[in-house]
């Protein structure tokens, strides 16, 4: 043979090689890190991380400043360390299918949509890696975090979420209509460590109809009774163990949870509150006609910090508004959530994307995701008391900031779907809503359709886990 056909065939042998070893190679499963580390471990923080966030939460510039902070802040403590950002993300469905997702990744405590969740991307879908080991490596002061905020995103009881944020839910109130009904003289305030009974007595002295007698113009609050946040607090409110995560059961039908949602039908019975993100029939819905949030509630849930400018705008002009702390029941039922970072479990460089999300639980990182324009609550106790994270400007000096942290011990987890698995959040989530729907429409037993979903997630519960 020639030497030049020699070359050639040893050119084709080494081209379809290379077409099979490739194929191969890409076949080759990689495996997700469990988190765990072994004993005396010392990371090493160095080489290049990609940071991922969901387009429709960072959109300019301001929203993006904090996570830049943060950021920066990070790198000038590790200066061996190389982070990209991306904000772009409309989707991570079929970056985490490819393993192309960020080392670290935006998500909340309720996940990103209603059809996901925590619990899904931690246990389901294993798309986090465990902090926990990570969390004694670099020697991060846990007991610093509120306790509520911290339980949020801890899944199966590893710790699966970097919180940054402490998403307190709060009310806000028109000053001027607690005046008139002499429940507060200006200058006052309500108290953040008001009780339930407080605040229902609150509701009815503010009630206001119209010459018809039964038209009201006027109500305590407007009450999203369909969200998760709002309805989750009577679930604790007295004691009531609603799931129970060691034996797979959900437990809604018994006499403690029973009593804390009598506390949310008295609300409606007693036109204390207009309900919200429910069906009502023709005669409530005559009767709240004239009542519209900020516009004849007196106290409007405010979902989190970032949205309090653009709510309190929504009283009339001119109002005298200032904040309040969710009302306290005999139980921990002061609902919280949080927003925060997790670590692809397919990273490839777990020990410096671990360090970035673990600086969101330190000072200097809270500091820097919260010390501008677009900050939130930080979620360190050390830094409750802190001006850094108060709104200034006219019209925002001198509010009870401290309702945003008050309570602390008494935080729970706002979203359910933390706590138990999709298929459970899901069959809750229809339930609750239908529940009141329900009642506020024909007043059906809303005791019966409790029990029925205590039913149904049993059974869902036993086919995943047992079927």
Not at 66 to 88: H, L, S
Not at 95 to 102: A, F, R, V, Y
Not at 213 to 238: E, H, I, K, M
Not at 249 to 277: C, H, T, W
């Amino acid at each position: 043979m020639k030497p030049l056909q020699k070359t050639l065939v040893r050119i084709i042998f080494i081209v379809l090689a290379i077409a099979l070893v490739i194929p191969l190679a890409s076949c080759t499963k990689m495996k997700p890190w469990d988190g765990e580390l072994p004993q005396d471990y010392k990371p090493e923080v160095r080489g290049k991380i990609k940071v991922s966030c969901i387009n429709h939460l960072y959109t300019n510039e301001e929203s993006q400043r904090g996570v830049r902070a943060w950021i920066n802040a990070f790198c000038r403590k590790y200066p061996d360390v190389q982070v990209q950002t991306e904000f772009n993300i409309p989707d991570y469905a079929p970056l985490i299918s490819s393993k192309t997702l960020g080392d670290l990744f935006y998500i909340s405590d309720g996940g990103l949509t209603k059809e996901d969740s925590l619990y899904q991307y931690a246990v389901t879908n294993q798309t986090m890696m465990p902090l926990d080991f990570y969390v004694e490596a670099y020697g991060i002061d846990t007991n610093e975090v509120y306790g509520g905020i911290l339980d949020l995103c801890i899944v199966d009881g590893k710790l699966y979420m970097a919180g940054y944020t402490c998403g307190n839910v709060i009310f806000t109130y028109n000053v001027d209509a607690m005046v008139e009904a002499g429940i507060l003289e200006y200058g006052e305030r309500l108290p953040n460590d008001w009780t339930w009974e407080q605040f229902k007595d609150v509701c009815e002295q503010l009630k206001l109809y119209d010459v018809d007698g039964r038209t009201l113009t006027q109500v305590g609050c407007c009450y999203d009774f369909s969200w998760s946040n709002l309805y989750s607090p009577f679930l604790y409110a007295y004691g009531g163990d609603w799931f129970d995560k060691e034996n797979k059961k959900v437990s809604l039908d018994n006499e403690a949870v029973r009593q804390g949602i009598s506390e949310a039908i008295y609300m409606i019975d007693n036109r204390l509150a207009k309900p919200l993100g429910v069906s009502m029939n023709s005669d409530m819905q005559k009767e709240f006609s004239k009542v519209n949030p900020y516009n004849g509630c007196v106290l409007n849930y405010n979902a989190s910090y970032t949205v309090l400018t653009e709510n309190v705008k929504q009283y009339p002009k001119g109002t005298e508004w200032d904040v309040v702390a969710y009302p306290l029941f005999p139980y921990a039922a002061s609902p919280c959530g949080a927003l925060g970072f997790s670590v692809f479990s397919y990273t490839r460089n777990k020990d410096a994307a671990a360090a970035l999300a673990l600086f969101l639980l330190t000072e200097d990182g809270q500091r820097a995701i919260h010390g501008q324009a677009g900050g939130d609550v930080p979620l360190l106790k050390k830094l409750g008391d802190d001006e850094f994270w108060h709104l200034t400007g006219d019209g925002y000096e001198d509010k009870n900031y401290d309702a945003f942290t008050a309570n602390y011990e008494r935080y729970v987890p706002g979203q359910i779907s933390a706590k138990v698995p999709p298929e459970i959040t899901s069959i809750i989530q229809a339930g609750i809503s239908k529940l009141f729907s329900n009642y506020c429409s024909s007043a059906s037993s809303w005791e019966d359709q409790l029990a029925l979903i205590q039913e149904q997630c049993n059974q869902m519960w036993d086919s995943l886990y047992n079927g």
